[in-house]
């Protein structure tokens, strides 16, 4: 902005203006604004218009310390299908082919531009937001890939095994890494915990997800869950929340 004076004979004229820094930069600023805006009404879409979804196994301190198996040194990566994504007011539908599923409370990370081989650095420049998430696994399918060393594709992806609140923005959460997170069965408290516990954070893992995998707008990475997944059945109703950002509420029913 300037100021103008001008002493003519008449007295002082006094002008108020932009110059063309001022006016350059508010274009800019406007742009950025409104490409901001289209991204945020992108990424509320994720459910549709998402590619695929990442997961990270095993990345609780919590729940490692419960197992008591080592720490692991690198993000433990699964993927599914996003076919299997659920919105709130349909049911959890369990496969016929599954005897025990288990529930999973999670915070989900909405990338919101293509990147690959970024660094921790720059990572969460590509997040458009957040969701909490549940990531339903089918022990049952699990533990028969694991003694194998098959893949978890089966036990991970089926129908409805991966419901998702309603897209958070990135602006409405200060640190994704102070969120407090929780699930019941029934009512009863099942899962507590807090994403402070993470063992790998969010920006490490889309760094590493990104030096194996090209990460698109709308992919989803699920961060992984607290102690306390356990099996549930058909007549059982779930509920969770992420601090006061998200909270769901599902039935369960038999396919």
């Known amino acids: 902005m300037y100021v103008s004076i001008n002493r003519g004979g008449h007295g002082a004229q006094i002008t108020f203006g932009l110059n063309k820094l001022s006016v350059d930069a508010m274009v800019r600023l406007?742009?950025?604004?409104?490409?901001?805006?289209?991204?945020?009404?992108?990424?509320?879409?994720?459910?549709?218009n998402g590619k695929k979804i990442v997961g990270v196994a095993l990345n609780y301190m919590c729940a490692v310390k419960a197992r008591k198996v080592p720490t692991p040194t690198v993000p433990l990566v699964f993927l599914k299908p996003t076919s299997s994504y659920l919105r709130e007011g349909c049911p959890i539908v369990l496969p016929k082919v599954f005897t025990k599923v288990a529930y999973e409370v999670e915070l989900g990370v909405v990338i919101g531009s293509r990147c690959k081989n970024v660094t921790k650095e720059h990572a969460m420049e590509h997040v458009a937001g957040y969701c909490l998430a549940l990531d339903l696994t089918a022990q049952c399918n699990l533990t028969a890939a694991r003694a194998t060393g098959g893949p978890w594709t089966l036990g991970k992806g089926f129908d409805t095994a991966t419901p998702v609140s309603s897209f958070i923005p990135f602006d409405a959460v200060k640190d994704p890494h102070a969120l407090p997170l929780w699930l019941k069965v029934n009512g009863e408290l099942r899962q507590s915990g807090c994403t402070a516990d993470l063992v790998f954070k969010v920006p490490d893992i889309i760094s590493y997800?990104?030096?194996?995998?090209?990460?698109?707008?709308?992919?989803?990475?699920?961060?992984?869950?607290?102690?306390g997944s356990d099996v549930f059945k058909s007549g059982d109703v779930i509920e969770c929340g992420l601090a006061d950002l998200a909270k769901m509420k599902f039935n369960v029913c038999d396919e």
């Open 30 to 48: 406007y742009k950025t604004l409104l490409m901001a805006c289209q991204r945020n009404q992108d990424a509320a879409n994720f459910v549709h």
């Open 209 to 227: 997800v990104s030096k194996h995998m090209t990460l698109e707008e709308n992919d989803l990475i699920l961060t992984g869950t607290p102690h």
